[in-house]
């Protein structure tokens, strides 16, 4: 089974998933377009928290970052004046460093993170939807200008009015060799709960991949529950877009490859697709089992 994912929503599911599935049966295709450079090292935020995840070591609290993680490093860095934008920890920071020593030895992102996923004891694939480093940046059209997404959401708090999102560089990006295999491969597609604009947006953007998705099985877990997402700024980036703040509007976002869409079972949704309801919200690792369990079902009568 292949599973698209950015951060937190997906991250919350893969913990579940984990558990019902095979972990070495799990494909999982992450966005890359928030990635960044800092303090000479490159960060990918939705590609760490899957692996935080996966390992068992991810902050439940923020659901990035490693649990009970230490700053010294960063607040050694604020002293001499540096900003770092931001708040890195000292164990994450580790991961950081170990991707990119590697990368700077000539391994490509692909490579780099396998290492990392097998030094953290996963067995799942995890994948960056592109080998193109850093070449995808997902931009923020705000009046004041582009920002970087974790401008935006980091330095700006995701305050700034949203005019537009763009992902600078994909024209020009390829889904990496790894990517295609394993689209070519297998049959089921599942798009986690992660906003669907810059989440997963990146990853259907990628030359060829919503024309492979067309001939998938695939199934959608809303990240909105009424007129409200779950977590983050997936409404204003919806809405920036042309979508409706709703499952409907999530719906809109995949309807071209779209099989079946599982929204709360508080929704209601006009899709002309098949709808599935159950309780979509992941409280704890007994909810995302759960939702775990269900969605093993409903594949299972697909």
């Not at 951060?7 to 992450?30: A, D, H, Q, S, Y």
């Not at 259907?204 to 809303?222: F, N, P, Y």
Request: net charge negative.
């Amino acid at each position: 089974m292949i599973i698209l994912s950015g951060g937190t929503g997906t991250p919350k599911l893969l913990v579940g998933l984990k558990r019902v599935f095979k972990e070495e049966e799990l494909n999982i295709i992450v966005n890359t377009a928030e990635d960044v450079w800092i303090a000479g090292n490159l960060v990918c935020p939705d590609v760490d928290s899957v692996i935080y995840a996966l390992a068992g070591q991810i902050d439940k609290d923020k659901w990035w970052g490693v649990r009970n993680d230490s700053f010294f490093t960063h607040s050694a860095l604020e002293r001499l004046d540096y900003d770092e934008q931001m708040m890195i920890g000292d164990k994450d920071r580790a991961t950081h460093i170990i991707r990119s020593e590697l990368l700077r030895r000539g391994a490509s992102l692909t490579e780099a993170i396998d290492s990392l996923a097998t030094r953290s004891g996963i067995t799942a694939t995890i994948l960056p939807m592109t080998d193109d480093i850093a070449s995808v940046s997902t931009k923020i059209l705000t009046p004041a200008g582009k920002l970087h997404f974790q401008e935006f959401w980091v330095a700006k708090k995701g305050e700034p009015e949203v005019l537009d999102v763009c992902f600078d560089g994909i024209e020009r990006a390829k889904p990496s060799e790894d990517v295609m295999n394993v689209l070519d491969a297998e049959e089921v597609v599942l798009i986690g709960p992660s906003n669907p604009i810059t989440s997963i947006g990146p990853i259907l953007s990628l030359s060829g991949v919503r024309e492979i998705l067309k001939h998938k099985k695939v199934v959608a877990i809303s990240p909105i529950i009424g007129n409200n997402p779950i977590s983050g700024p997936a409404g204003k980036f919806m809405r920036a877009k042309g979508f409706e703040v709703s499952p409907f509007g999530v719906f809109k976002c995949y309807e071209d490859f779209l099989d079946v869409l599982v929204i709360d079972e508080s929704d209601e949704s006009q899709a002309d697709k098949e709808v599935e309801k159950t309780d979509i919200m992941i409280r704890n690792d007994a909810d995302s089992e759960r939702l775990a369990r269900f969605i093993r079902e409903l594949l299972g009568n697909m």
